[in-house]
Structure formats: C-alpha cells, structure tokens
C-alpha cells in the first residue's frame, strides 16, 4: 500500500461515494485523507462512512485520515413571495430583520449581527458574488443599499460581507452539536469554516483538547490580516478559493495560495489547497487544460494535499477524477524542475534541537542516498519537523499512537506506520530495518536514516516513545530481506 508520491490527496464523500465498495476503490486509487462535510448529508450517513473507513485500515494496515469539516455561521437572505426576484442595476433594495416574505424592494436577513457591523458605502455580495449591493443607510436591524450589480435573487442565497470582521463566532449551534459527534465517534481533523481570526481557532480547542487536530478554513479576507497569528495557533490550514474568491478579486487569489502555502511551510504546519481543482469532472470524465495546470501548480508549490469536493462527492466519475489527481501529482512530482523548486523554496531553521537534527537528517540522506527517513514519534512533532525539509527521501513515521499515525496521513511525504514501542534502544535498528522491508521501502543493502526522540540518560532506556529531550540521528544499514 505504498504511495509513490509526497503530495496526498483528500477527498470528500457524499451521495455518489457512500458505498463500501467505492469508498474502498477511492482509496485503492490514491485517497489519503477521506472528508465528512457536515454542511450536508446525516449523523448517520457520517458514522456509516467512518466505520467503513475504519474498515478499510484494519484490512490493508494502512493508516487513513478522516476530516470532520464544519459547516460554519452561513448567512443567508430568507425567502420571497414567489420564491424568486429580479434585481437591476440602480434600484433600492432593504436587508430587516421583518420575516415576513421579501418582494422586489425588501427581504429578511436574519443576521443582525451584520447590521451591528456595517459602515456607509459597504458591500454586500449575494449569491456567491454574483449580486452586488452597497449601503447607502443603516440601523440595528435594516439597511437601505443602492443595487450595483443586478441580477435574479432566490431564496436562502448566501451573503458575504467581504472587509469586515462579524462579531460571530465561528462555531454556530450547529456546529457544536457535529463537532460534538464527531469527536464522540473519533474525527482526526477539525476543519474550521470561516475563520477572522486566532480567537476562533482558540475556541475550538478550548472544545477539542488533544481529541484531534485543527485546520483553520482561510475563507475571509479577514483572515488574511491575521495570517501569521492564525497559522500559529492552529494545526493546519485549508486554502478554500471558494468563498476566498467570492470576497476578494478573482485576479488576488493565486498570489494570496502563494502566499498561504510559504507561510505554512515556513511554520511547518499541513496545507492544503481546495475548491474546483478539477470541477469539469463532476460531469464530464476528463478535466480541461486549465484544471490540469492549477492541480498541478499547487503541488510545485510544495503544498501538503490537493482536495476534491464536488468532484468525489456528488460527480458522475468519482473514481476517475481521483485517478486523475494521482496522475498529476506523480507526473508533476517525476520532473526535476519541482525538486529544484522544493530545494529553492525550503525556509529558514529555527535555532532548535527538532530543526537541527530534521535538518541534518535531510542532508545526510542526500549524501548517502538514504532510501528514507525514519522519525520516531510520540506526537507527531519531529515528522511535522522533517517534513518541512520536504527530503528527496520518503519520511517513514514510526508511532505508538494510532490517532497520530492517522493525522500524518495529510503530511506531505509521510508514510505513516503504527507499531509498539520499543521495550529497548539496541533493538531498534533491527525493527527499523524490518519494517522498511515490510512496508517496501528498502532492500538488503540501503540505508536509511533515522532520528529518534526521547530521553536516553539512563543506559538502555526502557521506553524509546516517550516524551524527552535528547534526540539521536543515526543510519541504519539494512542487512536483511
């Protein structure tokens, strides 16, 4: 079960993939990390996909990630008289808290959070960006706009407010209530959706504790203010160009991934990229040129994991548009242009021991041809470190802990690998060697090169996945299989 690239895959799951037998060929066809979207689809469709999902790990003993994504406070206009309207170009049009069904001069928004938010002359957008309005007058619960972008406006179509920060939190009733499942039923990752700022990623860990990890949405412009602080504090980070490019000039999203993807490698955080990356797909069986080209830019950029949404979760060729993802990454990641790209692009060490010995652990592979790296890991920690090298080499993680094996699932390069501990030091380089065999990343011959955390100041420590501050960088010579 050995994956032959570093770039992973996520996938989201939905009515066209709710089957064991083709959840099971998404994996088999590349998927890493599965995606349970709780904007859509049932507590019960979701336990039922992430027992088959659990399923699939006992049956090819391969660690799979699963990603709980939030839906998040939607905005949304009410209803109208006749389901619909049509807006045009310099007309009045109020936004009031009044429920009664809207016309072509009114309708409910039953937000007032957003009129405590608003200024004179701010826009609102409308169904996905497609309608534009400006404020002209305001109060607590009404604002009187000037149509500046017309068009048909039906019922419950989003509202984004793009330039302010809502004074909302980014957990709604909703949300508590599938984070709460999710974390009952054991979720790898959280996904946050709409994050402003590092506040709201702290509240959800407030809630989460060490249940699982957190991946802050960057779908505000807001956030973008913050971006330092919020990649600080959270455990991952999702590129969403969806709602991103709602809010923001279409022409300022590349440059803004860009520069998403550098902060997060510079921190040494997963990152990941999202939203129509082969959207063709979901009803046609090949991608067109320009879908190809943005799969592929993202992965020379050195991002973690490229994710399909509609594409596996509600599409007509679920199974060929992950084949199709795997190709690109494999093709992309064959050219020596993107090595070269990984090498110029590595960021500066941190003056710590983890960034001193990943470091070296890269360099040395490099000049003994290594065929892996070895991190040895309790929490995750010293291969999130080694993986910010972004080796030339595989990054095999050895854990203990099955919750940590599964969340390196979205780490780029990594290969994740649950075991026991090591009862002791003068048994590892045995075991080490064994498994890299086993899990067919080594020959009788190859070295790879391995980095192990813990506390060694007692002669043969009894105990070599545990918390500790001596690490060891040593090369392994496989000498059987």
């Known amino acids: 079960m050995r994956r032959y690239r570093a770039t992973k895959i996520v996938a989201t799951l939905g009515p066209a993939s709710s089957s064991s037998e083709i959840i099971e060929q998404l994996f088999l066809k590349g998927v890493d990390v599965f995606r349970l979207n709780f904007s859509h ?67 409910n928004l039953p937000h007032p959070e957003i009129f405590l938010a608003l ?27 000037i149509v500046i972008v017309g068009g048909r406006l039906s019922n419950s179509k989003g509202v984004n407010v793009p330039g302010v920060t809502l004074p909302i939190s980014a957990l709604t009733e909703k949300d508590h209530k599938d984070l709460a499942f999710g ?42 203010d913050h971006l330092e602080d919020i990649i600080a504090v959270t455990d991952g980070v999702m590129v969403a160009r969806g709602d991103l490019g709602v809010e923001m000039l279409p022409e300022a999203v590349p440059n803004l991934q860009k520069r998403i993807i550098r902060a997060c490698r510079m921190h040494g955080k997963p990152v990941i990229v999202a ?31 490229v994710m399909l949404s509609a594409e596996s979760a509600s599409g007509s060729y679920v199974l060929e548009s992950v084949s199709m993802m795997n190709r690109i990454i494999e093709s992309v990641e064959k050219d020596d242009y993107y090595h070269q790209l990984l090498k110029d692009g590595r960021t500066p060490w941190q003056p710590t021991a983890a960034d001193a010995i990943t470091a070296a652990a890269r360099q040395v592979a490099e000049t003994i041809s290594a065929v892996g790296i070895v991190t040895l890991t309790t929490s995750g920690a010293t291969t999130l470190r080694e993986a910010r090298e972004r080796p030339a080499t595989p990054i095999l993680a050895l ?24 009862d002791s030091i003068s ?4 075991r080490v060697a064994r498994l890299a065999v086993q899990n067919g990343f080594a020959h009788r011959g190859d070295n790879v090169v391995l980095t192990i955390g813990g506390d ?23 000498t059987e299989g």
């Open 183 to 224: 974390l009952e039923i054991g979720v790898d990752w959280v996904a946050l959706s709409f994050v402003q700022r590092p506040e709201d990623i702290l509240e959800v860990k407030s809630i989460i504790g060490n249940q699982a990890s957190v991946i802050a949405k960057l779908e505000k412009p807001m956030a973008i």
């Open 456 to 478: 060694f100041s007692q002669p043969d420590a009894p105990r070599v996945f545990h918390s500790g501050t001596t690490r060891v960088l040593c090369i392994v010579a496989v």
């Open 399 to 422: 854990t203990p802990n099955p919750q940590v094996a599964r969340r390196l699932s979205l780490v780029w390069g990594t290969h994740p690998i649950e075991m026991q501990e090591f």
């Open 275 to 305: 939203t129509q990356m082969l959207d063709s797909m979901v009803h046609l069986p090949t991608p067109t040129r320009a879908e190809t080209s943005d799969v592929a830019t993202a992965v020379y950029e050195g991002v973690d994991a």
């Open 427 to 430: 048994e590892i380089d045995q």
């Open 41 to 107: 689809g049932t507590h019960e469709t979701h336990l039922k996909n992430y027992k088959i999902i659990r399923s699939l790990e006992t049956k090819y003993g391969r660690p799979i990630g699963i990603l709980q994504d939030l839906q998040g406070p939607k905005l949304r206009v009410g209803a109208f008289k006749e389901g619909q309207i049509e807006l045009k170009a310099g007309e009045s049009f109020r936004l009031d808290l009044d429920p009664t069904p809207g016309d072509s001069k009114r309708v």
């Open 119 to 145: 200024k004179k002359e701010t826009e609102l957008l409308l169904d996905d960006g497609k309608l534009r309005l400006k404020v002209q007058k305001y109060g607590s619960d009404f604002a009187e706009t």
